[in-house]
């Protein structure tokens, strides 16, 4: 088995707040289980400090440097330092611990450790930042287009530079693969999808008592999940509120800026904020939402959902990586009208929540189970190190020439 160097921008652990460091610790969980040696270098906030027992249980050595978000000063200092800090401390590992592989979590990570030599290397990409800008221009007007439009001509030419200066290169979404794979050519990319949070759990205690409860799920901070809160709430919770006077609507993730918060009223609609544990919340859940307006990737939010057997109602963009089929694994609407309505339905009918909770549930565990897909990219990193073994490698070259 292989020892890996996992780099990321964030800090890995169970209830971290954030899709990412969730999915990320999950892939950590099931290499150590497979065998594998690990070491991690990681920015970690100062809150996240008491998970680090947690995600060091998994390593040889953990290695942290400061998230800019615990760093005095103005942001765009601290945010440079924390990443060269980033930088140093992945070099510095690469040196000490001579790992098999160096495997990148996110493609500002890969940025930030472009170049440093020293083992064959590996990315996942999480987004495909130009599609995002397209998605974006589409719904704008005036200046803000023409800068996503900017943005979108950047991307497009540096995210496929950065990817074809890697070994291999995964992505969370068969979406994000095909696009990843005709701009990155002849550099092949795989699958990697984000494995399902939750299994189902007749016993797991809900948060709230059942009964026509929807559910959303999102780091807030992140403007595409604030901006589609807000949609729903002013487009298509009226209609919901009026049909079933019983609905409730909770809103689950950390750091709701104030336009959110604003809309708690503590009777039908509830800002929870940040909770440790989410499973007990889609346990409490009659029907999820996902009604983004932007989305690349593969919404956690989703996976999870079905995962648990929960019935979800999504915009189109938001079933963009999963690739699930509409009306047979989950409800799909673009308009407030028909989104209202199906989330409307499921409330009214039993019957239909089971039949499509069910079915997402028997596409998730087929397409993104982890024991299925992850032998497929451990198969190629094995690859490299066998052509490594019989050819040295030129990173390793270098960094003995450094030595």
């Known amino acids: 088995m292989a020892h890996i160097l996992i780099a990321y921008k964030q800090f890995p652990a169970p209830g971290v707040g954030h899709a990412g460091g969730e999915s990320v610790y999950r892939l950590m969980e099931l290499l150590h289980q497979r065998g594998h040696r690990l070491t991690l270098v990681?920015?970690?906030?100062?809150?996240?400090?008491?998970?680090?027992?947690?995600?060091?249980?998994?390593?040889?050595?953990?290695?942290?440097?400061?998230?800019?978000?615990?760093?005095?000063?103005?942001?765009?200092?601290?945010?440079l330092r924390s990443y060269l800090a980033l930088r140093h401390a992945t070099r510095r590992t690469l040196r000490d611990v001579r790992p098999d592989v160096l495997h990148i979590e996110f493609a500002?990570?890969?940025?930030?450790?472009?170049?440093l030599r020293g083992a064959p290397t590996s990315i996942r990409a999480h987004d495909v930042n130009w599609f995002l800008m397209e998605q974006q221009a589409a719904r704008q007007r005036g200046p803000a287009r023409w800068r996503s439009r900017g943005l979108r001509a950047v991307f497009l030419t540096l995210e496929p530079r950065l990817y074809r200066r890697?070994?291999?290169?995964?992505?969370?979404?068969?979406?994000?693969?095909?696009?990843?794979?005709?701009?990155?050519?002849?550099?092949?990319?795989?699958?990697?999808?984000?494995?399902?949070?939750?299994?189902?759990?007749?016993?797991?205690p809900a948060a709230v008592p059942r009964g026509a409860n929807v559910l959303?799920?999102?780091?807030?901070?992140?403007?595409?999940?604030?901006?589609?809160?807000?949609?729903?709430?002013?487009?298509?919770?009226?209609a919901i509120a009026q049909a079933a006077p019983e609905a409730r609507f909770y809103i689950v993730g950390a750091n709701p800026p104030a336009s959110v918060r604003a809309r708690h009223d503590g009777q039908r609609v509830f800002v929870v904020g940040f909770v440790p544990d989410l499973a007990p919340w889609y346990q409490a859940a009659d029907v999820v939402v996902a009604p983004l307006?932007?989305?690349?990737?593969?919404?956690?939010?989703?996976?999870?959902?079905?995962?648990?057997?929960?019935?979800?109602?999504?915009t189109t963009v938001s079933n963009h990586g999963l690739g699930a089929i509409p009306g047979e694994h989950l409800l799909i609407a673009d308009a407030p009208e028909p989104f209202a309505e199906a989330v409307i339905r499921l409330l009214r009918c039993p019957e239909e929540r089971e039949r499509l909770g069910q079915a997402g549930q028997r596409f998730v565990t087929a397409h993104y189970?982890?024991?299925?897909?992850?032998?497929?990219?451990?198969?190629?990193?094995?690859?490299l190190l066998d052509a490594r073994n019989e050819k040295a490698s030129p990173l390793q070259g270098d960094m003995r020439h450094r030595e």
Request: net charge negative; proline share 10%; with cysteine.
């Open 42 to 79: 990681a920015r970690i906030q100062e809150a996240e400090r008491p998970l680090l027992p947690v995600t060091a249980a998994l390593c040889e050595r953990v290695v942290t440097v400061p998230h800019h978000r615990s760093l005095p000063g103005p942001r765009p200092l601290a945010l």
């Open 369 to 383: 189970d982890p024991e299925v897909l992850l032998p497929q990219w451990e198969a190629a990193l094995l690859q």
């Open 216 to 238: 959303f799920v999102g780091a807030m901070s992140r403007a595409y999940n604030s901006e589609a809160v807000l949609w729903f709430l002013d487009a298509i919770w009226p």
């Open 166 to 204: 890697f070994d291999l290169v995964a992505a969370i979404s068969e979406g994000d693969r095909r696009l990843l794979a005709a701009r990155c050519a002849p550099q092949p990319v795989l699958l990697l999808p984000l494995a399902p949070a939750f299994h189902p759990a007749a016993d797991a």
């Open 108 to 115: 500002q990570t890969g940025a930030v450790v472009l170049g």
């Open 293 to 314: 307006q932007v989305a690349g990737g593969l919404l956690q939010k989703v996976v999870d959902a079905m995962g648990m057997g929960i019935p979800v109602v999504a």
